[in-house]
């Protein structure tokens, strides 16, 4: 069974970056695609951005299309999502996702 661990939220400025992590584990992340959702508060969760697992290909919602960047590394069993020039409606819990398995969310509080 795949497990999935998110790191690196936190409490940033507006412009603000950071770098969010997913760690699998039990199993390889190397076929599967890995797509990153947001849940704001009172909101649903939407989709932000995915990675394919054969030919990496990448998508992003138009929210995020040129500030954020997602990639990942087999040889680390990771997936990673750079968010830059950030804005307060990026707030929220970040989930990765693969397969049929979830992590557990990391918060992103985007505020002054």
């Known amino acids: 069974q795949l497990q999935l661990v998110e790191s690196g939220g936190g409490l940033v400025q507006p412009g603000g970056s950071l770098r969010l992590s997913c760690a699998g584990s039990?199993?390889?992340?190397?076929?599967?695609?890995i797509g990153w959702f947001r849940q704001a508060p009172g909101k649903e969760r939407e989709g932000v951005s995915c990675?394919?697992?054969?030919?990496?290909?990448?998508f992003y919602a138009d929210s995020v299309k040129g500030r954020f960047t997602i990639s990942r590394d087999n040889a680390k069993n990771t997936g990673n999502l750079q968010m830059n020039s950030l804005k307060p409606e990026d707030t929220g819990v970040y989930y990765c996702?693969?397969?049929?398995?979830w992590g557990q969310g990391t918060q992103v509080t985007v505020s002054s």
């Open positions: 996702k693969s397969y049929v398995y």
């Open positions: 039990g199993n390889s992340l190397d076929y599967y695609a």
């Open positions: 990675i394919g697992g054969s030919d990496g290909s990448t």
